[in-house]
Every structure is written in C-alpha cells, then in structure tokens.
C-alpha cells in the first residue's frame, strides 16, 4: 500500500467522513483486500466493477458512490492513481482529486494534487469541516481547507501493492 490505508481511514471515519472505495476490479476480491487490510468495517460503500456501471472514465462508480453514501458529489474528494481516475473526478464534479504517486505522472500533471502517501490526507477536526492534503507537513492544496467534506472516496489500487515507482501492479 502507499502508506497506512487503515490508520488513515481509522482517523478519516472517527471524525465522521463517510468512506467508500470504487474499483473495476470485482465485489468479492475487493472485500477480501478490505478486510485484509482491516478496513472494511470502516467502508460504507463498495463500488465495483461486476455492479454493473459504465467504468471510469466515466463518472459512474463515483455518482453511484456518492448517491449510496447520501452526500452530494461535489463535497467529495477522490484519491486514486492513475489517468482514467483523474477523468472519472473531473466528469463526476468532485471537490477535489488528489493523485497518489508522481507529480510528472499523466495523473499528477491532471490532478488537482499530488501526494506521496495517503497519510497526507488528515481531516481537519471533529466536525468535519475541514480537509486538508498535506505535502511535507504544509497544506498545499489551495480550496481544499474551505471545503465542507462530507465523503471521502478512495480507489481501491491505493490501498494495494505498488512497485518502487508508485505504480499499480496488476
């Protein structure tokens, strides 16, 4: 994984930031990688590949997400890692999408921020009203602070094993 997916979500859902994970892979792999990483109970909603939606890049799986959680799509932030992720984010109208990885990637060059690990994401107090990215200690993506986050939608590959690089292996 790029980092602590389960303490992060852990300290993302404590504060009440509904979480879900979308996915082209299917439900049943996607739940056993969940409860590996012993988030699962942490997860509200599951969006996978076998639910029948048109993949990403369409805005499908994060409609659909947003829609299950009860939140509005553009109090969302999305973090994922690759190119087809940032084009899902910019159709679906999240708040903001953080690319995982490296800023010269397709996916960081588009995103609206690029972070090394996902544990720069903190949520910004008890209520929620606030979320921030951080790089290197500093918040650095602008907006971001002002935002009234209700959800947090993660891509599954995040919380999977990545090659030195930062790149999904599949």
């Known amino acids: 994984p790029i980092g602590d997916v389960a303490r992060t979500m852990a300290r993302l859902a404590a504060t009440g930031l509904k979480l879900a994970v979308t996915t082209s892979d299917d439900r049943a792999p996607t739940l056993r990688t969940l409860a590996d990483l012993q988030v699962a109970a942490l997860v509200e909603v599951v969006v996978a590949g076998d639910d029948g ?26 973090v994922g890692d690759s190119i087809v992720d940032v084009e899902a984010a910019r159709a679906a109208g999240v708040a903001a999408m953080v690319a995982v990885g490296r800023p010269d990637g397709p996916a960081g060059q588009r995103a609206d921020g690029v972070i090394e690990s996902i544990e720069e994401i903190e949520s910004g107090g008890a209520a929620v009203d606030k979320l921030h990215v951080f790089r290197h200690g500093i918040p650095f993506l602008e907006g971001l602070d002002r935002m009234d986050a209700d959800a947090f939608i993660l891509h599954k590959d995040i919380a999977e094993p990545h090659d030195r690089n930062g790149l999904s292996c599949h």
């Open 53 to 78: 939606i048109s993949p990403k890049p369409a805005p499908d799986p994060l409609l659909l997400a947003a829609d299950r959680l009860g939140v509005a799509i553009g109090n969302t932030l999305y």
